[in-house]
T-cell receptor, first 115, second 114 residues
């Protein structure tokens, strides 16, 4: 069956360049989340979408980070002027978004390396 | 300040024995708890969850116990198998308030030896 799909799986970029990471959630899931995992750390929340709106952006680390979701489906996380500390695995998850089913299903992630 | 803590970075057990992974939390507003398993280069895979209205949930070889007064949960795997070797993450969430984000611990690497 179709799970959460993320692209690219790996991205190497130079410091100062912009990058776009894509997430295609499970069909019908209204809730979409972005997390990142830095080396040796747990998963850190970045942003939450319900439909196309983002009621919780509290985890975005700086204004260089932004995300959008269109058509209640695909989401793009954009990092402008990348820095070396942005290197991490960026994970996307989707969920039915109901109180009785709060399980989040994750994609395989995008490993970002900023040189 | 870490709201979800997994104090053991690693655990090693023999095949067939019980694995017990522990997790502590500080936020009494958490009402839903999940365990995920993660293999290298893959995303976390959901294992089992428990609502704060329960103190135990069982699914095959996996059982999660919740002690609300101690703000502690544990995952028991019986019997442990070599394929269970992975990093296990504990996560918690609060429903409502505009976000159902998961707050994760740093993980425990489980190694099951044949």
């Amino acid at each position: 069956g179709a799970g959460v799909s993320q692209s690219p799986s790996n991205k190497v970029t130079e410091k100062g360049k912009d990058v776009e990471l894509r997430c295609d959630p499970i069909s019908g899931h209204t809730a979409l989340y972005w997390y990142r995992q830095s080396l040796g750390q747990g998963l850190e929340f970045l942003i939450y979408f319900q439909g196309n709106s983002a009621p919780d952006k509290s985890g975005l680390p700086s204004d260089r980070f932004s995300a959008e979701r269109t058509g209640g489906s695909v989401s793009t996380l954009t990092i402008q002027r990348t820095q070396q500390e942005d290197s991490a695995v960026y994970l996307c998850a989707s969920s039915p978004g109901t109180s009785y089913n709060r399980i989040q299903y994750f994609g395989a992630g995008t490993r970002l390396s900023v040189l | 300040d870490q709201q979800v803590k997994q104090n053991s970075p690693s655990l090693s057990v023999q095949e067939g024995r019980i694995s017990i992974l522990n997790c502590d939390y500080t936020n009494s507003m958490f009402d839903y708890f999940l365990w995920y398993k993660k293999y290298p280069a893959e995303g976390p895979t959901f294992l089992i969850s428990i609502s704060s209205i329960k103190d135990k949930n069982e699914d095959g070889r996996f059982t999660v116990f919740l002690n609300k007064s101690a703000k502690h949960l544990s995952l028991h795997i019986v019997p442990s198998q070599p394929g269970d070797s992975a990093v296990y993450f504990c996560a918690a969430s609060v429903f409502g308030g505009g976000s159902e984000k998961l707050v994760f611990g740093k993980g425990t690497k489980l190694t099951v030896n044949p």
